[in-house]
C-alpha cells in the first residue's frame, strides 16, 4: 500500500486544487500548510536561523504551491528570521499564478497576536503586494500605530491568541481569499492545528539531522496532551525526487479519533 504511493518518476509532488471551504457564514479559505524538515523532524537549528535545508527542486515546489494560493501567511519570528517577502518566486510564477485565475502577487498576511513584529523587517522594503498583519487584542496602542503605519492592513481577531475562525472568515469575505498558504513558523501552525482549520499539509523531507530540543519542529505550541486528540490526516501522496520526499497529507475528518 505504502509502495504504490511512491513515486519516482513524478517530478511534482500533487497540488490539489480544491478552491476553499464553502457555505453559511463560516466560510473560510481552504487552508494548507507547507514546510520542509529534516530527517529528525526539525525546521530550523537550535539557533533557529537556519531553516533554508531543502534542495532547489523544493524552493521551486515553495512557488509552485504559492502559485495556488490567493495569500502566503508567516509568523512574526518567521518574517524577522528568515527576512522573507513572500513574493510569487519571479516573473515565471507570476504568469503561472495568472494562468491560475489568480492576481500577479499573493496577499501578505502576517500573525503577530501582541504586536511585538519588528516594522523594520524587509519584508515591509518590498512593496508588492497588500500586507495584513493579524493581531490580538493584547496589542498596546503604541503597537497598533507602528504595526498600522508599515502595512496595509492590521487586523484585531481575538482576545490574546488569534481566533482562528472569525480571522479566516474576515480574510475570506474581505479580500476574497480561497486558499490560503501558510509556510510556519512552528508556533501559527501548531495554533492552526488547535483550531483544527488545516485541510492539508505539505512536507518536503531531507536527509539530515540537526537534533537538539531546541531545535523546533513542524508544530511547536501547546500541542495535544493526548493521543486521542491528535488530529488525523491521510497520506494522499509521495513522491521521491532525487533524495527528498514530498509529502502530501489531508485532513481526515471521516475517521473515529483514536484511543
Ligand atoms: N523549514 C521550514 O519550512 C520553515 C518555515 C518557516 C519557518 N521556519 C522556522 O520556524 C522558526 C520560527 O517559528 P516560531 O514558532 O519561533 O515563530 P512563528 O510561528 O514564525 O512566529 C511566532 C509568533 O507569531 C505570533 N503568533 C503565533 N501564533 C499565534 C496565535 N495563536 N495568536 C497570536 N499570535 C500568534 C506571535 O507573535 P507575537 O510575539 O507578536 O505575539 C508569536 O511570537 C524559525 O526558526 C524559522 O526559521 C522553518
Request: charged share 25%; net charge positive.
Amino acid at each position: 500500500m505504502r509502495k504504490a504511493l511512491i513515486s519516482k518518476s513524478q517530478p511534482v509532488p500533487q497540488i490539489s486544487r480544491e478552491p476553499s471551504h464553502t457555505g453559511g457564514p463560516a466560510a473560510r479559505p481552504f487552508v494548507f500548510i507547507n514546510m520542509a524538515m529534516t530527517a529528525d523532524g526539525k525546521i530550523a537549528t537550535a539557533n533557529r536561523t537556519v531553516s533554508t535545508f531543502g534542495s532547489k527542486r523544493d524552493l521551486d515546489h515553495l512557488y509552485e504551491l504559492r502559485a495556488t494560493s490567493d495569500a502566503v501567511m508567516n509568523g512574526a519570528r518567521t518574517v524577522e528570521l528568515n527576512k522573507v517577502k513572500m513574493s510569487a518566486g519571479g516573473k515565471h510564477y507570476s504568469e503561472l499564478r495568472l494562468r491560475n485565475g489568480l492576481s500577479e502577487l499573493p496577499l501578505r498576511i502576517i500573525v503577530s497576536g501582541s504586536g511585538s513584529l519588528d516594522s523594520g523587517a524587509p519584508i515591509f522594503k518590498h512593496r508588492s503586494s497588500p500586507i495584513i498583519i493579524l493581531v490580538t487584542r493584547r496589542i498596546s496602542k503604541s503597537n497598533l500605530e507602528r504595526l498600522r503605519d508599515v502595512a496595509d492592513h492590521v487586523l484585531i481577531c481575538g482576545e490574546t491568541a488569534i481566533d482562528w475562525n472569525a480571522a479566516l472568515s474576515q480574510i475570506r469575505r474581505k479580500w476574497n481569499v480561497r486558499r490560503l498558504l501558510c509556510e510556519g513558523g512552528a508556533a501559527v501552525n501548531d495554533a492552526l492545528f488547535q483550531s483544527d482549520v488545516v485541510d492539508e499539509v505539505h512536507l518536503t523531507i531531507c536527509p539530515k539531522i540537526v537534533g537538539g530540543r531546541n531545535s523546533p519542529t513542524i508544530a511547536d505550541g501547546v500541542g495535544q496532551q493526548h493521543l486521542m486528540n491528535a488530529i488525523r490526516f491521510r497520506l494522499a501522496s509521495v513522491n521521491q525526487v532525487r533524495d527528498e520526499l514530498f509529502l502530501c497529507c489531508r485532513r481526515d475528518r471521516t475517521r473515529a479519533p483514536l484511543s
